[in-house]
């Protein structure tokens, strides 16, 4: 577990540095109205000096200071839905949550395709209050370490753990809510399963590697993490995508090779390109067509069979 824990910092640590540099520019939003969102009840965070705030960037609603989980719903018409269900988690580097990209966009497709789909708003580290004190905090706290000097020895220190027990309690949190009203939502529990964007995709994987209440029929992580992790017997087929020039992937295929080895179903798109962060895709690139071939991934496995 300390190893999927230090992976995962590390991720999050490339992941928000890599944002900011990219386009610094983000603008304030004014919160929006969320009416289907369902309260929790998981608690707040320890510490946290300023209250949820959303910002726009390349386009997409953000929040970050998230004290207060919450699980949206977006469930598909009576007459398509299949009974399977995917609770979807965005990512964002656990500071901020891309909530429109990789949340409610992604859940509003897997509802057109019958399947019930749940957007999991979690719990986030604190962040400061101001826009300029937050770019300031991220480019500060999360630059990459220097490289050690020509000839040294001496590699970068190894970032310390990172506690997901709050993340965790959300995810349990919105599986027992899932669970409660089953059969109102019109989910078949055998076919619930969870993906992930990002950050949110070490949130899948913190979940189905150390959740003991989350039964998850398969996982999804999208551009997330790719080191190697200790697979319990019991854990669900994976579908997992990410792009060759995403700074994520590195020439890596550990989780994918844990999985093959554990004798576990595992399907792999690695694709020429598509950057981090795509959500359901950007124009030009290879990369979006994942989409198509989870939900094909799903119906040939036998998820989407409404009997």
């Known amino acids: 577990m300390n190893l999927l824990k230090t992976s995962i910092l590390a991720s999050c640590l490339l992941i928000a540095s890599f944002a900011m540099a990219q386009d610094g520019t983000i603008y304030p939003l004014e919160r929006p109205d969320e009416p289907n969102a369902i309260l929790l009840g998981t608690g707040g965070v320890e510490n946290q000096p300023a ?3 959303w910002f726009k960037q390349w386009g997409d609603p953000m929040a970050r200071n998230i004290t207060t989980a919450t699980l949206t719903p977006f469930l598909p018409e009576p007459g398509k839905a299949t009974g399977a269900a995917v609770l979807v988690a965005p990512g964002g580097g656990f500071r901020w949550l891309s909530l429109g990209n990789e949340g409610w966009e992604v859940a509003q497709a897997l509802a057109d395709q019958g399947i019930a789909a749940f957007v999991l708003k979690y719990r986030l580290r604190p962040t400061p209050e101001s826009l300029d004190g937050f770019k300031e905090s991220m480019n500060q706290t999360l630059s990459p370490p220097p490289a050690p000097a020509s000839g040294s020895s001496n590699a970068p220190a ?7 027990s709050d993340q965790l309690e959300d995810a ?32 899948t ?38 792009a060759t020039d995403d700074f994520l992937f590195r020439g890596q295929f550990g989780v994918i090779d844990s999985w093959y080895k554990a004798g576990i179903p595992v399907e792999f798109h690695l ?20 989409f198509d071939a989870f939900i094909h991934w799903l119906d040939v496995n036998e998820f989407l069979d409404k009997n």
Do not use: C
């Open 51 to 53: 209250s949820e705030t």
């Open 158 to 164: 190894r970032p310390a753990p990172f506690d997901l």
């Open 172 to 203: 349990e949190a919105a599986y027992a809510m899932i669970k409660d009203r089953a059969e109102e939502w019109g989910v078949d529990m055998d076919r619930l399963g969870m993906i992930g964007f990002s950050a949110g995709a070490g949130l």
């Open 205 to 242: 994987m913190h979940s189905t590697l150390n959740s003991k209440t989350m039964k998850l029929a398969f996982i999804g992580p999208i551009y997330g993490g790719m080191g190697p992790v200790e697979v319990p017997k019991d854990a669900p087929p994976m579908f997992n995508v990410i």
């Open 271 to 290: 694709y020429q390109n598509g950057g981090h962060g795509f959500g359901l895709g950007n124009p030009g690139r290879t990369s979006n067509r994942w």
